[in-house]
């Protein structure tokens, strides 16, 4: 699979991977080392936990680098007056006659509980392309789904100051 990423994501990605092996990386060595010092390894808790804090340090590097190598750069320029990436979006929800504000982001921002909803996600794919006033259909799988109408979208920046999500 092939994560659809923007320029300034792959920018950040490799902001975190520079930070992670200069910094992160040096501070867990020197936690390893100092903790091995303190004698028998087997019933060591600092030594095993900073050797979790390494382990996991390489582990996320290793994914960054993954997923900037297979990584399909997309635009996150869209028509004024349609849905796209980095837009934020008023929706209004049929179903329970509430309206919530989402920014459309790509996968590696998605955060629901800070109103950023990935394109890769049921709703952020189904309002891609539409405009103020459209109602869509959201499918969330074969047997449910319900209908928002898009209320206003506002063409906003990408400063790339949202995080990037951890796994």
């Not at 030594?47 to 635009?75: C, D, F, G």
Request: a negative charge.
């Amino acid at each position: 699979m092939h994560n659809e990423l923007t320029q300034k994501d792959i920018e950040k990605m490799r902001e975190e991977i520079e930070y992670r092996k200069l910094v992160v990386r040096k501070e867990a060595l020197e936690d390893v080392k100092t903790a091995r010092a303190h004698g028998d390894l087997s019933e060591n808790f600092e030594y095993h936990a900073a050797k979790k804090v390494k382990n996991q340090n390489e582990s996320r590097i290793r994914y960054l680098e993954r997923m900037i190598r297979t990584a399909v750069i997309v635009s996150d320029e869209s028509a004024e007056d349609e849905v796209g990436l980095n837009n934020t979006i008023e929706v209004y929800f049929e179903e329970d006659g509430t309206t919530e504000k989402y920014k459309l982001v790509t996968t590696v921002r998605g955060n629901s509980l800070e109103g950023l909803i990935s394109t890769e996600a049921p709703l952020g794919r189904a309002l891609l392309g539409h405009k103020v006033g459209d109602r869509v259909y959201i499918e969330v799988n074969s047997s449910y789904g319900y209908y928002v109408v898009v209320k206003s979208i506002e063409n906003t920046i990408d400063d790339g100051s949202d995080k990037l999500r951890s796994f």
